[in-house]
C-alpha cells in the first residue's frame, strides 16, 4: 500500500483528497462527517462578513441521460456568524487533529484580514485560503474575481496576509483572466505559500425558452454564475500546467476543477497539483464517493510503482511542450478493425463532413467503412466519435528516426511565409470539389 | 395449476394479456433515446417497410420535441402508432440496430415510436391538413391498415375519400386480427380517429361490397378503386370431425377475443394446429386465457416454423409446449372436440413422410387450426381483368400497386398474401401515389 498522506506546503493531512470550499464545507457537522468518511482535508467555506443569499442558487447542465455534467451557483460567501464558524472548526480539529483544515477567507480592509486571520488560527485552522477566486456577486463588491483579476492589487493583500499568517497561505485564483500565471507569479512576489486553481468559471446555465430567463431563477431574473463540474477539468488542468511550468510560480499548487474520481485527481497530480480538491462530484453523489477514490489511488500507485503522491506530481509536465516544439515528423493514420465494427458509419460522416474526407463506404455487401490512407491526416477524430473502446486505433507510419519541429524549422527558414507558399503544408493533399458535394445525397 | 387463472372480469382480462411493449414514461423515452447514434444511413431506417427515418424522431424525442417526432412518424407511416406496438421489430428495425453487432441491447424503436405519437394523439396535435379539393373521388375497398393508409395519402391530395368497410370497426386486423397483449382495441381506434379527424375521410361500417352490381356502381362513381381486402376466413383443413364442436379458425378465434375479451369461449387444453406467427398468438392467449396445457402441433421440425423465433419464445414463456413432426389424422369427438389423432412424421431425404403405426392421441377439448386464411377469390372475380397470380393474389405493378384493370390499385395482405401491418401500410401509400399520378395523367 502507497503512502497517501501529504505534506502541502507545510499543512498535513492523510491523504491528497480535500473538500473544496463551498457548500459541502459549509459546517462542522459536513466537515465532520466527511471526515469520517475518509477524506484527507476540507478547505472551509469562506469566511468573512456573513452575506444574505438569494433562494434559487444552483444550475445544472446535463448531457442526455447524464446530469450536472456542469453545474454553476450563485450562492455567496458564508452567511453565517464568523464565531459559530470558528467555533465549529475548533470542534472539528478537537475531533480529528491529523486532517487539514483551511479556513477559506474573503474581507476588504487590511484590519479585517489581520483580525479573521488570528481569529481562525486561533481555532486551530491548519492553513488559510484567500479567495480571489468567486466570480459572482462578490466580484462586485470588489473581492473575490475582482482581486484574482488584479494582479498588483493580489499581490498587496497576500502580503498584507502574510504580516500576520502563522499558518501557510494558498491564493486560490480565478481562471476568468487571459493568462492565470500572472497572478499565480504575484501570489508568489507576495510570499504566498502555495496556489489553488481553479476557481468556478463566469458562466450562464442557459435559458428557459418558454419566459426567456436564465437558470437558475430568481423571481424573473438570473445573473451570471460559476461554473464548474465534469466539464471544466480540461480547463482546469491546462491552467494547473500553465502555473506549473511557469518558473516564476514554482509554488506548490492545491488541484481544483471537474475532479469526481480518482483518475481525475491522478490527472491532476501528473499536471502538478500536490493535492486536490472537490465539490460538485459531492454535490452531486455526497462523501461516499471517497470509498472509490482512495482504493483507485492506492491500486493505480502499487501498479507504477510510486511510493508516495509526491513522486507522481507533474509526471505529465515534461511531456506537455508548446505546439512549436512538438514532432512534425510523426504521423499516424486510422485503422478499423472490422471485427469489432458496428457499422454505425459514424466516423465516415464525421470525416466525411468534419475533417478531410479519408474514409470511404464499401459497395452493398458491407457497411464497414474504411480508411482512404493516402488522405488521412491522423486527426483522430474517427476513433474519438466510435461508439466501440478499441475499433479504430490510430497506427504510427513514420519510423521514428525523424524529429523536426516548427520551432527548428523556422530558425532554419524552412517554413511558409506567404500566402501561397509551395512549403504550405496541405499542397498536394487530396481535397474534392466543391461541385462534387451537391452529387451526394441529403442524410 | 395453469400460468394465468381463467379471467373473469375486464381487469383480470387486462392482467393476463398486459402490454409486451408498454408505454414508455417521459424519462424512459429521455434516456433510451439518448442511447441512440444517430448512425449515418442507419439501418434501421433499411429495415422499416414504411422507411421512418428513425434516428431524426429519436433525436427529436431527445430535444424534448416528441411532436415534432410525431410528424416525422406520420410523415413515413400513417399508422405510426400502432406499427410502433404490433411491428416485429425485433427482426425490422430493432434488429437492424448496430447495438446488436456489439452484443448491446437494440434500442427499443418500437416504444419510442409509440410514445412520440401518443402524445401527438392525445395532444391532439393538428399534424396534417386535407390538401384542396380536386374534384376527384376514389373508393377505397377495406377500412385495414392499406386501406386507411391509402385514403390518408389521397386525401392529402385533395381527393375525396370513401371507405367500404364490411365489419364495424377500422383497422383490419391491427384491431381484429393482433393479440391483445400487443395493442388494446382502443388504442387501435384512437389512432383511426386521429386521423379521421385531421384528413376526412369518410368511412361506411356494415359495408361489405359483394355484388357485381356494387362493383360496377363504384366503378361509374370513382374514378380509381383501391382493393385493400386482406383475406378471409382459416382455410379449412379437410380432416375428419373439423365441424366438431370447439374446433375454431384462428383468425376467427382471436377475432372473437379481441371483440369479447374475457367472455371468449375458452379450452382447458388446447390443441393449436399450424406454426406461423398466427399460431403462437392463438397458443400464447389461450394459455393466457387459463388454459391448463397449450400445445402446438406441427408437422414438420421446430428448425422449419415459419414463425419468428421471438414469437415463439413469447409463447413458450407462458407455457406453451411445443410437438413437432406431428401430423393431425383426425380431430376426435362427440359432437365437442375431445382429442386429436396426430401421425408422427420424419424427414427423409428432404421429403415429408409418415412413421406407419406411430399414430397417437392427444385429448383435447378445443383445436384451434391456425393454418393460413383463403384468399376472396370470389369477390374478386367480379371484377373484370382483374388478375391474380399462381397463389391467387392480386397481380400488382409494385412500383405504382396499380392492378391489371387500370382502374384498380391494391395493396396489404390480399397482395402480398398477409405479411404485417407495416408492409400494408406502405403499400396503401405508394398504391395512392399511383392513383394521383393516374387520375391526373386521364386529365
Known sequence: MADLSINFAGIKAPNPFWLASAPPTNSGYQVMKAFDQGWGGAVWKTLGVPVVNVSSRYGGMNYRESRMVGFNNIELITDRPLKDNLKEIEEVKKHFPDHAVIASLMVESREEWHQIIRDCENAGADGLELNFGCPHGMCERGMGSAVGQEPEVLKTIVSWVKEVAQTPVIVKLTPNITDVTEPAVAAKEGNGDAISLINTIQSLMGVDLDNFVCYPNVDGASTNGGYCGPAVKPIALNMIKSCAQHPDVNLPISGIGGIENWRDAVEHILLGAGCVQVCTAVMHYGFGIIREMIPGIDRYMDEKGFKTIDEMVGKALPNTKTWENLNLKYKVVADINEDKCIQCQLCYIACEDGAHQAIGLPDEDSRVPYIIEENCVGCNLCAIVCPVEGCITMERKDDGSQSITWKERTAKGDIPTTFNDPLAGGIGHWIPEPIEALKKGKK | ?443
Open chain 2, 1 to 443: 395449476m395453469a400460468e394465468f387463472s381463467r379471467p373473469q372480469s375486464e381487469e383480470a382480462f387486462e392482467k393476463n394479456f398486459a402490454q409486451i411493449k408498454p408505454l414508455m414514461n417521459e424519462t424512459q423515452a429521455y434516456y433510451e433515446s439518448s442511447r441512440c447514434l444517430f448512425c449515418y444511413e442507419a439501418p434501421c431506417v433499411n429495415a422499416c417497410p414504411t422507411g421512418i427515418d428513425i434516428p431524426l424522431f429519436i433525436r427529436q424525442i431527445n430535444t424534448g420535441n416528441a411532436l415534432g417526432a410525431a410528424k416525422t412518424i406520420y410523415d413515413a407511416n400513417y399508422f405510426g402508432n400502432a406499427c410502433g406496438k404490433v411491428c416485429p421489430t425485433e427482426v425490422l428495425c430493432e434488429g437492424a440496430c448496430v447495438y446488436i453487432h456489439q452484443d448491446v441491447k437494440a434500442i427499443e424503436i418500437g416504444r419510442l415510436q409509440s410514445f412520440a405519437t401518443t402524445k401527438a394523439i392525445v395532444d391532439h396535435e393538428q399534424l396534417f391538413t386535407p390538401g384542396a379539393d380536386n374534384g376527384k373521388k376514389v373508393a377505397v375497398i377495406g377500412a385495414g391498415p392499406a386501406g386507411i393508409s391509402c385514403a390518408c395519402e389521397l386525401r392529402l391530395k385533395g381527393y375525396v375519400v370513401d371507405i367500404y368497410e364490411a365489419k364495424e370497426k377500422p383497422s383490419g386486423l391491427t384491431i381484429y386480427g393482433v393479440a391483445p397483449y400487443k395493442i388494446r382495441n382502443e388504442e387501435v381506434l384512437t389512432e383511426v380517429d386521429y386521423l379521421k379527424r385531421q384528413l376526412g375521410f369518410h368511412i361506411n361500417y356494415n359495408h361489405p361490397i359483394d355484388s357485381k352490381e356494387i362493383v360496377e356502381q363504384l366503378e361509374e362513381d370513382y374514378g380509381a378503386i383501391f382493393l385493400g381486402i386482406g383475406l378471409g376466413e382459416t382455410n379449412n383443413i379437410e380432416l375428419p370431425g373439423e365441424d366438431l364442436e370447439n374446433c375454431l379458425g384462428a383468425v376467427e378465434y382471436i377475432e372473437a377475443l379481441r371483440m369479447r375479451h374475457h367472455e371468449v369461449g375458452f379450452g382447458n387444453k388446447v390443441v393449436v394446429l399450424g406454426a406461423g406467427n398466427t399460431a403462437m398468438d392463438a397458443a400464447s392467449e389461450s394459455a393466457r386465457m387459463g388454459a391448463e396445457k397449450v400445445v402446438l402441433a406441427y408437422r414438420r421440425s421446430k428448425e422449419q416454423m415459419r414463425a419468428y423465433e421471438f414469437e415463439y419464445d413469447l409463447a413458450k414463456s407462458v407455457g406453451v409446449k411445443g410437438l413437432f413432426n406431428v401430423s393431425p389424422i383426425e380431430i376426435v369427438g362427440d359432437g365437442k372436440v375431445e382429442g386429436v389423432k396426430f401421425i408422427r412424421t420424419k424427414n427423409e431425404n428432404g421429403k415429408l413422410t409418415t412413421v406407419p403405426n406411430s399414430e397417437f392421441l392427444e385429448p383435447c377439448d378445443m383445436v384451434i387450426r391456425a393454418t393460413g386464411q383463403s384468399k376472396l377469390v370470389e369477390f374478386l372475380s367480379n371484377i373484370q381483368g382483374l388478375e391474380l397470380d399462381n397463389l391467387d393474389r392480386i397481380k400488382v405493378n409494385y412500383k405504382n400497386y396499380q392492378t391489371t384493370n387500370a382502374q384498380y390499385f391494391a395493396g396489404g395482405d390480399a397482395v402480398n398474401g398477409g405479411v404485417e401491418v407495416v408492409n400494408a401500410v406502405a403499400e396503401g401509400k405508394i398504391a395512392a401515389l399511383g392513383i394521383d399520378k393516374f387520375l391526373m395523367s386521364n386529365e
